[in-house]
């Protein structure tokens, strides 16, 4: 009896076990993977990159599973709308217009917005020059605003991605004459054997009208206790250095800004 009680006892142990482990807390973060050297996938199949690094870095801060779920930058804000993930990491720009749509926790690093051209090409601050020119934007961006709200009015042809990849290939076409995007990535771009005879022109857009706060982790509306939980775990990496950590295997600077 004694036996058969100490069994019974056993599985009893094992089964609340299971159910503590199937119960450990999951966070579903949305990603776009085609934005080296935020996030890219390796060959292998593998996702690579900053966004995904903090990501990890935030889960294990906030003692959570991390589940990646892949999509396509534009549609990271319907994929939170509808339930299918729980936050959007994936470099994107807090701004007063997705305020509207999303929640989002403070920044966790800043870029810039610039355009890259054939080396020797020249752009005025006010873009005149570019008239009857060809750029590329990625869809649903910052960078797709300020081409839609200053660009397009100049007489400038733009042509909108789904991802950067799509555009650095036809600018390597000729179909582009120009790419308007954040500036890190860019100087990624331009750092590789892929963006030689490429560079920066014309003036660096910093209007918080359009580049807005930095780049921040979008929750649904209303959910605020993730947005401060994310919000605490940002602040920890920090303070404990392994946000530096991460930083420097991808960046010679300081992207976090002021």
Not at 75 to 84: Q, R
Not at 110 to 138: E, I, N
Request: overall charge neutral.
């Amino acid at each position: 009896m004694k036996k058969f009680t100490l069994i019974g006892g056993l599985a009893l142990g094992l089964l609340a076990s299971s159910s503590s482990f199937a119960a450990e807390p999951t966070l579903r973060i949305g990603i776009e993977a085609a934005y080296p050297p935020f996030a890219s996938k390796t060959s292998e199949g593998t996702i690579v990159g900053f966004d995904y690094d903090i990501g990890n870095a935030l889960c294990a801060q906030m003692k959570v599973k991390c589940e990646w779920i892949e999509g396509e930058f534009d549609g990271l804000i319907p994929a939170l709308k509808v339930k299918k993930i729980d936050a959007a990491l994936s470099s994107m720009t807090i701004t007063d217009e997705r305020k509207k749509s999303v929640d989002f926790t403070h920044k966790y690093y800043f870029t810039s917005s610039r355009l890259v051209m054939k080396k020797g090409a020249v752009v005025d601050d006010h873009y005149a020059s570019l008239k009857g020119k060809t750029v590329g934007v990625q869809r649903s961006t910052t960078t797709d605003r300020y081409a839609t709200e200053v660009f397009e009015p100049l007489g400038i042809k733009v042509m909108r991605y789904s991802n950067n990849e799509e555009i650095y290939m036809d600018l390597a076409s000729g179909r582009l004459d120009a790419i308007f995007a954040d500036t890190i990535p860019l100087d990624d771009f331009l750092s590789m054997p892929r963006g030689a005879g490429y560079a920066f022109v014309g003036p660096e857009l910093k209007d918080p009208k359009y580049v807005g706060e930095g780049a921040g982790i979008a929750v649904r509306k209303g959910n605020g206790e993730l947005v401060s939980k994310l919000n605490k775990a940002i602040d920890g990496l920090r303070a404990s250095g392994e946000y530096q950590k991460i930083e420097g295997k991808y960046f010679k600077t300081d992207i976090y800004g002021d």
